[in-house]
Nanobody
Framework: QVQLVESGGGLVQAGDSLRLSCAASGRTLSVYAMGWFRQAPGKEREFVAFMKWDGDITSYADSVKGRFTISRDNAKNTVFLQMNSLKPEDTAVYYC?????????????????????WGQGTQVTVSS
């Protein structure tokens, strides 16, 4: 089992920045890829960003490309999501996810079923 704990959410104004963290524990050696998803009220959970655990491949949703950056600290088993130039439409609960799929691709990374483990989520609210 892998446990994921997100932190760093909050209430900010449009144009501000936030950095979300996702600390992984447990059988982290089984993790091959990490992703960030978000879910706004009344909407389905959607893909935000993806990174292979070794960091050589990343992918982003078009809506956040150029504003969000996914990164990791291997020594701390932690993945980050740096969010800049935040917009009100970025308001959502943000979830960290981990996958043990060895065949993960940037296409598969956008699908919820590709991930085995999920965090509890952290709220991000962007006011206009």
């Amino acid at each position: 089992q892998v446990q994921l704990v997100e932190s760093g959410g909050g209430l900010v104004q449009a144009g501000d920045s936030l950095r979300l963290s996702c600390a992984a524990s447990g059988r982290t050696l089984s993790v091959y890829a990490m992703g960030w998803f978000r879910q706004a009220p009344g909407k389905e959970r959607e893909f935000v960003a993806f990174m292979k655990w070794d960091g050589d491949i990343t992918s982003y949703a078009d809506s956040v490309k150029g504003r969000f950056t996914i990164s990791r600290d291997n020594a701390k088993n932690t993945v980050f999501l740096q969010m800049n130039s935040l917009k009100p439409e970025d308001t959502a609960v943000y979830y960290c996810a981990a996958s043990s799929r060895r065949d993960m691709t940037t296409f598969l990374a956008r699908a919820l079923p590709s991930y085995n483990y999920w965090g509890q989520g952290t709220q991000v609210t962007v006011s206009s």
